[in-house]
């Protein structure tokens, strides 16, 4: 009788899936045969280099049109940091790991000059070209994940202290909001920067579209600093 | 219907079955991360346009994709890696105090 029942929730849960599989293929027949005119996407594309003043149009979407939803992501990732810093165990672990031969030590010395150039070019050129604050904090957050699977967790909690983490987080979390607050007393909105007129500048150039490049840097830090105390609070639970 | 809108129901349907079949709670973040990766898959698929440009405009393009869903699907992604850390870190709290990942184990051990 057990058999039975376990055979047949098994061919009920496959059912569900396969009802969930042909309801999706009538939305998606759908949605594929809308004729909408995406009057948005238009404008961003006509107007938003004028309008921003940033080249690349992923980044003012980001930063200049949602930038409120990019606060939102932006806590996401702080409440995941402190979340995993206040499950992580205060005293120091084993960590899990082999001893490596000496040529991976030499060459991760080499890289990482490297790693920093590559992240904080992505960071800076955001605007202008394809890149900005995530990809490039992830870069940067590579640095310490790479020391502390080389070298082991005691080492690289010595050479990048926990707190100095944190420290950094904050500020990119505080930096970004108090250049949002720059476009209230500007007379705009919060987090407002092309619409305040903050000298946008020539699109192209470096030192453009207003508060997007700064904005992008405080990204960058809060990403980096956010992932590499991920990573460090998830090894220590090992 | 195109072959890619296909890719994403049957990706989307992988995860689902994967999330309530298994009992491992690891093989269930797997499901949820599939399921994540299909919806980033989709927020593409609305983008995109036949022969059109990425959205940087150094220059006069005349077909240029939707910047809109490209946006959302880096939203996704952030929100999918933070919150997979979370789950994983739960996990291994679950493992350290039950001494097991089997979900029916877990549940009998309430008493």
């Given at each position: 009788m057990?058999?039975v029942?376990?055979?047949?929730?098994?061919?009920?849960?496959?059912?569900?899936?396969?009802?969930?599989?042909?309801?999706l293929?009538?939305?998606?027949?759908e949605i594929?045969?809308l004729?909408?005119?995406r009057?948005?996407?238009e404008h961003y594309i006509s107007?938003g280099?004028?309008e921003?003043g940033?080249?690349?149009?992923?980044?003012?979407v980001?930063?200049?049109?949602?930038g409120?939803d990019?606060?939102g992501?932006?806590t996401v990732i702080l409440?995941?940091a402190?979340?995993?810093?206040?499950?992580?165990?205060?005293k120091?672990?084993?960590?899990l790991?082999?001893?490596?031969?000496?040529?991976?030590?030499?060459?991760?010395?080499i890289?990482?000059p490297f790693l920093?150039?590559l992240?904080?070019n992505?960071?800076f050129?955001?605007?202008?070209s394809p890149?900005?604050?995530?990809?490039?904090?992830?870069?940067?957050?590579?640095?310490?994940?790479?020391v502390?699977?080389t070298y082991?967790?005691?080492?690289?909690?010595?050479?990048?202290?926990?707190?100095h983490k944190?420290?950094l987080?904050?500020?990119?979390?505080?930096?970004?909001?108090l250049?949002?607050?720059l476009g209230?007393?500007?007379?705009?909105n919060?987090?407002?920067?092309?619409?305040a007129n903050?000298?946008?500048?020539?699109?192209?150039?470096?030192?453009?579209?207003?508060l997007?490049?700064?904005?992008?840097?405080?990204?960058g830090?809060?990403?980096?600093?956010g992932l590499?105390?991920?990573f460090?609070?998830?090894?220590?639970?090992? | 219907?195109e072959?890619?809108?296909?890719?994403?129901?049957?990706?989307?349907?992988?995860g689902?079955?994967?999330?309530?079949?298994?009992?491992?709670?690891?093989?269930i973040?797997?499901?949820?991360?599939i399921?994540?990766?299909?919806l980033?898959?989709?927020?593409?698929?609305?983008?995109?346009?036949?022969?059109?440009?990425?959205p940087?405009?150094?220059?006069?393009?005349e077909?240029?994709v939707?910047?809109?869903?490209?946006?959302?699907a880096?939203?996704?992604i952030?929100?999918?890696?933070?919150?997979?850390a979370v789950?994983l870190?739960?996990?291994?709290?679950?493992y350290?105090?039950?001494?097991t990942l089997?979900v029916?184990?877990?549940?009998?051990?309430?008493?």
């Amino acid at each position: 009788m057990s058999r039975v029942h376990k055979i047949f929730r098994k061919f009920y849960k496959i059912g569900l899936v396969l009802f969930l599989a042909i309801f999706l293929l009538f939305i998606f027949d759908e949605i594929q045969n809308l004729d909408i005119k995406r009057y948005l996407s238009e404008h961003y594309i006509s107007e938003g280099v004028q309008e921003t003043g940033a080249i690349n149009l992923v980044t003012s979407v980001l930063y200049d049109y949602r930038g409120f939803d990019t606060l939102g992501e932006a806590t996401v990732i702080l409440t995941a940091a402190a979340t995993l810093s206040f499950m992580a165990p205060i005293k120091k672990v084993k960590m899990l790991g082999t001893e490596f031969t000496i040529i991976i030590y030499q060459t991760i010395i080499i890289i990482i000059p490297f790693l920093v150039v590559l992240g904080m070019n992505l960071i800076f050129f955001g605007h202008i070209s394809p890149g900005g604050g995530f990809v490039g904090g992830v870069i940067l957050a590579m640095i310490p994940i790479l020391v502390t699977i080389t070298y082991g967790i005691t080492f690289s909690e010595n050479k990048l202290k926990a707190n100095h983490k944190s420290l950094l987080e904050g500020i990119g979390a505080i930096g970004f909001i108090l250049l949002g607050l720059l476009g209230i007393f500007a007379g705009s909105n919060f987090l407002a920067s092309g619409q305040a007129n903050f000298g946008l500048g020539n699109p192209g150039e470096l030192i453009s579209a207003g508060l997007i490049p700064y904005l992008n840097l405080m990204i960058g830090i809060k990403v980096g600093a956010g992932l590499a105390t991920i990573f460090n609070s998830l090894i220590k639970e090992g | 219907m195109e072959l890619p809108y296909v890719v994403v129901i049957i990706l989307f349907c992988l995860g689902i079955y994967t999330i309530i079949m298994n009992k491992n709670l690891i093989k269930i973040v797997v499901g949820v991360n599939i399921v994540e990766s299909s919806l980033i898959l989709l927020l593409i698929l609305i983008s995109f346009k036949l022969g059109g440009t990425a959205p940087i405009l150094d220059r006069k393009y005349e077909l240029v994709v939707d910047p809109i869903p490209q946006a959302l699907a880096l939203t996704a992604i952030v929100i999918g890696g933070s919150f997979i850390a979370v789950m994983l870190a739960l996990v291994i709290k679950i493992y350290k105090r039950y001494g097991t990942l089997n979900v029916d184990e877990i549940r009998k051990l309430r008493g």
